[in-house]
């Protein structure tokens, strides 16, 4: 085996990134990840202050992001698993370094400006981001494999914009989906999908014996959903919802067929698509995929339902949004970057 890399993480402080530490720590092509803060050196010097269940496995030391130090620790991968408007400003500065990046926030995932818009971003060089934005990989493996094989810069996918893109891409490329019929996706997520920041809407006497809706036709997904689709925007409705629990995400995704389909030709389109796929599982109909088989997994589930007529297809799509929607997926992006079987530090 040749000799290990050494990669970093920025954010390890949130949800997504004690996933992806944990899942770094245990690579076996890695050192051990190098923790980092920003510059301003506040808050905890140990990410086991913060998740006192690492307190046993020997120190986690969170060092201030500097370029020279991290240089100097001989890291060559960065995950940024920050703020949408802290990677947006840091993904400039790393790659001038000659880092890989992969970044786990929305800032680079968009191509278009008026999907982009919902970030609000105020780029200090307009011209340095508009051509990151243009090299950027959208790193869905499934879809982008080749290119992500060759990135400096990965966007790894939102958690949602991943169940309902896996779903729905073989059906689109196969031409058999009536879009003047629009498609539906109304998607649930686990309150991590929120991000460790409290608020209002997530607090426990909000969610808790609770189930609502949220972000209605201007989620931040959906521009990732109808640009790696290939959809217009009017084409897509969805729909999100915060579910009591604390984890996954199912999208039940409503399409008209253009024309009648028999569900063995569904059920083909599907394996025939993701053959050789081994993150995305194809339950064959009437079984439909459940959050529970996919938690704690980097798989996505897809499964359908179609009706008498053969033109009315009900998918459903699971995903653990830490996993194959954060950490898992990065990861998976890296041992494409690097070569390496894309099972690797994930079984």
């Known amino acids: ?33 190098v923790l980092l803060r920003r510059e301003d050196g506040s808050g905890p010097a140990d990410l086991a202050e913060i998740f006192p269940e690492l307190s046993g496995n020997g120190g ?10 991290v240089k100097g620790q001989g890291v060559e991968l960065l995950f940024l698993a920050t703020p949408h408007e802290a990677s947006r400003s840091i993904v400039p500065e790393a790659i001038a370094h000659g880092l890989r990046v992969i970044d786990l926030s929305g800032a680079w995932r968009l191509k278009e400006a008026q999907h982009r818009a919902i970030y609000s971003f105020q780029d200090a060089d307009a011209v340095t981001a508009a051509k ?9 493996p499934e879809l982008n494999g080749d290119c992500i094989r060759k990135a400096q810069l990965v966007a790894n996918p939102g958690c949602y ?15 058999v989906v009536d879009r003047k019929h629009g498609i539906i996706s ?3 997520s686990g309150v991590s999908g929120a991000g460790k920041a409290p608020s209002p809407r997530t607090h426990f006497v909000s969610v808790a014996d609770n189930f609502s809706a949220y972000s209605v036709f201007n989620h931040r997904h ?17 729909t999100p919802h915060l579910l009591p629990i604390p984890r996954g995400i199912l999208s039940t995704i409503y399409v008209h067929l ?32 459940q959050l529970q088989f996919s938690l704690h997994t980097n798989y996505c589930d897809i499964g359908f339902c179609l009706a008498e007529d053969g033109r009315r297809l009900v998918l459903v799509s699971c995903v653990d949004n830490l996993l194959k929607g ?13 070569g390496w079987e894309e099972r690797e530090g994930l079984q």
């Open 1 to 33: 085996m040749a000799a290990k890399i050494k990669s970093a993480v920025l954010g390890a402080s949130g949800y997504s990134g004690l996933e992806l530490t944990r899942i770094l720590e245990r690579h076996p092509r890695l050192e051990k990840p």
């Open 60 to 69: 986690y030391p969170l060092r201030t992001l500097s370029w020279s130090e």
């Open 132 to 140: 990151l934005t243009a090299r950027a990989v959208y790193g869905l």
């Open 161 to 175: 914009a991943t169940s309902v893109i896996l779903a729905l891409a073989p059906l689109l490329k196969a031409g």
């Open 186 to 188: 109304d998607s649930k």
């Open 222 to 238: 959906l521009g990732e959903m109808v640009e790696q689709l290939g959809l217009e925007d009017a084409e897509l409705t969805f």
């Open 258 to 289: 253009s024309r009648a389909l028999k569900p063995e030709e569904v059920e083909s389109c599907l394996r025939d698509f993701y053959a050789g796929k081994h993150w995305v599982r194809i339950f064959a109909t009437p079984t439909l995929p």
């Open 326 to 338: 954060a950490a898992g997926q990065a990861v998976q992006n890296m041992n494409l970057m690097y």
